[in-house]
């Protein structure tokens, strides 16, 4: 079935410093790839996304590249800050089947 | 634009009870996912609603169950509660099947099982 593995945690960073997340990823087919964040006590928000092969997604500094032949999906942050502190989580999704594989989760925190 | 809903928020229930959670979807999305987070578990997909049909189960007991309303809000019951069910319970929507992939999610509902 399909699976997605991330890096293990928890990854402690100074303010600015620069972040990478791996996240890895075995399905058949084409998914489409996520990265979600997850503050504390709240639930999941969708960072960014990319839906096919060489796709990039960005959203608030945050970058990941679908990398198909290295079935890979890293989460890059060139600057973090105090305020990135969450769990990161990195999912796929095909759409017949409606439901999304998640990874395990990175923690991350940033301190000043 | 007001996101996915989920109430209530907290829910504390004893051992073989019955526990009933509601989401509301974005506005326009007709589909509904449920996902259970559990300690140490990570997150498992649950159940997917769409246009008031079950579409997909995850590998749950049956005491997990749901449905979908017309106006595709959604509720997930589960019965014969028991310790292990203690988890936080995300509800996501969808614009569609087409969409599936995309999901929004709500902010959960926090189910302790004492």
């Known amino acids: 079935g399909d699976s997605v593995t991330q890096m293990e945690g928890p990854v402690t960073l100074s303010e600015e410093a620069f972040l990478t997340i791996n996240c890895t990823y075995t399905a058949t087919g084409y998914p489409s790839l996520f990265w979600y964040v ?11 996304k990319a839906t096919k092969a060489d796709d990039k997604g960005s959203n608030k500094g945050f970058e990941a590249t679908y990398r198909k032949e290295t079935t890979s999906f890293h989460l890059e942050k060139g600057s973090v800050q105090v305020s990135d502190s969450a769990v990161y989580f990195c ?10 594989t998640f990874g395990d989760g990175t923690t991350l925190t940033v301190k000043p | 634009e007001a ?16 526990a009933t959670l509601r989401c509301s979807p974005i506005s326009g999305h007709t589909s509904v996912y449920w996902y259970q987070q559990a ?15 079950e579409r997909n189960r995850g590998n749950f007991p049956p005491r ?13 019951n589960v ?21 599936a992939y995309e999901q929004y999610f709500g902010p959960g509902t926090r189910l302790t099982v004492t």
């Open chain 1, 38 to 48: 997850q503050y504390p006590g709240e639930g999941l928000q969708l960072l960014l």
């Open chain 1, 91 to 100: 999912a796929l999704s095909k759409t017949n089947a409606g439901k999304s």
């Open chain 2, 3 to 18: 996101g996915v809903t989920q109430s209530p928020t907290h829910l504390i229930k004893t051992r073989g009870q019955q």
């Open chain 2, 39 to 53: 300690l140490g578990l990570g997150l498992q997909f649950l159940l997917w609603y769409d246009e008031g049909e």
């Open chain 2, 64 to 76: 997990f169950s749901g449905r979908q309303f017309p106006n595709y809000s959604s509720e997930l």
């Open chain 2, 79 to 99: 019965n014969a509660l028991e310790l292990e069910d203690s988890a936080l319970y995300l509800c996501a929507s969808s614009a569609g099947t087409a969409r």
